[in-house]
Nanobody
């Protein structure tokens, strides 16, 4: 069983930056893909970015060019550097860890089933 603990959320002004971190424990060696998803009030959870253990990655369309995902496999930690933040980036950001091979998640918008989620961290972009 994998446990995920997120940190780094908060309140930031439009145009500002934040860095989220997510540390995995329990059975981290079983993890292949780690990523970030977000859910705003009244909206479905959506992909922000995810990265495989070997470094393959993908971004959601709305964050491309502004957010950067990175991963330290030795520390079982994934990061999300968010820049040029907009009010529409306001959401609860969830860390995810999945054991499946990268290609099996290629058509999956949001993982379900045997996958692990963190408790979520609030990001609010407002002046």
């Amino acid at each position: 069983q994998v446990q995920l603990v997120e940190s780094g959320g908060g309140l930031v002004q439009p145009g500002g930056s934040l860095r989220l971190s997510c540390a995995a424990s329990g059975s981290p060696d079983s993890i292949n893909v780690m990523g970030w998803y977000r859910q705003a009030p009244g909206k479905e959870r959506e992909l922000v970015a995810r990265m495989s253990r070997s470094g393959s990655y993908i971004y959601g369309d709305s964050v491309q060019g502004r957010f950067t995902i990175s991963r330290d496999n030795a520390k079982n930690t994934v990061y999300l550097q968010m820049s040029a933040l907009k009010p529409e980036d306001t959401a609860v950001y969830y860390c995810n860890a999945d054991q499946r091979p990268w290609h099996l998640l290629a058509t999956v918008r949001v993982p379900s089933g045997s996958t692990s989620w963190g408790q979520g961290t609030q990001v609010t972009v407002s002046s």
